[in-house]
């Protein structure tokens, strides 16, 4: 299952961006969906999940700043990024898990999404 990810771009400290990760496919369930990032140098790192019920869990650092959504209709995962600091720059990535429909029926995946570059001046 391919995940395109978008959204990022250059802002200003204290400025926001709205990030959107979808798929084409159309025979998915999805189940987690979320969002990594990864500065440069650093390791890849959580920011936000959501479940297929609307649970979420944010990083520590992300805590009141970010919110995560999803519109189940469309398969389609967002994350409102509010009050940015120079530290949040990172290439984001999305990522998802549920079940496809393939020629042996219903068959469990993970993606990724090709990640989106979010760059915040200070």
């Known amino acids: 299952v391919q995940l395109q990810a978008s959204g990022g771009g250059l802002v200003q400290a ?3 961006l709205r990030l959107s990760c979808s798929t084409s496919e159309r025979l998915l369930r999805m189940n987690n969906m979320g969002w990594y990032r ?3 140098g650093k390791e890849r790192e959580l920011v936000s999940t959501i479940t297929s019920s609307g649970s979420t869990n944010y ?3 992300v805590k009141g700043r970010f919110t995560i959504s999803r519109d189940n209709a469309k398969n389609t995962v967002f994350l409102q990024m ?3 600091k120079p ?3 990172a290439v984001y990535f999305c990522n998802a898990d549920g079940t496809v429909v393939t020629r042996k029926g ?3 995946f993970t993606s990724w999404g090709q ?3 979010v760059t915040v001046s200070s």
Do not use: C, K
């Open 14 to 16: 204290g400025g926001s």
């Open 115 to 117: 990640g989106t570059l």
């Open 38 to 40: 990864q500065a440069p």
């Open 82 to 84: 509010n009050s940015l």
């Open 59 to 61: 990083a520590d650092s």
């Open 87 to 89: 530290e949040d720059t």
């Open 106 to 108: 219903w068959t469990p």
